[in-house]
């Protein structure tokens, strides 16, 4: 089967590569880039674990197809470390008790990163909204939610 060329940026790095024209941006990412930090629970969009940033907004990796990389400016959980939000946001999982098994973890932290750089201010019900993509089966969510509202509130105080 004839490949497709993609160029894109994927955490701040210029990429030109060949991908299968069938594949998913999940499959480019964690089989092709080897970027295993996105995680694949559903496979049909509806849990969250495989969400990345694509041009600034959060989306679910397994739904899209590796064309719309084409050009694209990508955000993985693999770049949050080296962000300030991103930073702050994985601190205040780990602080809030955020974090359980941790499936769903990096998922959730790129919908609220994608989040708060649009809405530096969102109140605790737009967070809620922010997350309504992203399961969890083990927190109950609270923990979630205080997270997100932390690394929020230490991001406005820098
Ligand atoms: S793996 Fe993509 S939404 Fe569940
Ligand atoms: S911490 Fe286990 S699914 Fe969320």
Redesign the pocket.
Known sequence: MRKINLTFTLNGKPYDIEANPGARM?DVIRDDLGLTGTK???????????TVILNGDAV????VLAGSMQGADILTIEAMSELKLGNLLQESFVEEDAVQCGFCTPGFIMSAYALLKKNPDATRQEIREGVAGNLCRCTGYIQIVNAIENAAHHMREE
């Open positions: 999940i694949e629970g559903c496979s049909v969009g509806e849990c969250g674990a495989c679910a990796s397994c739904m």
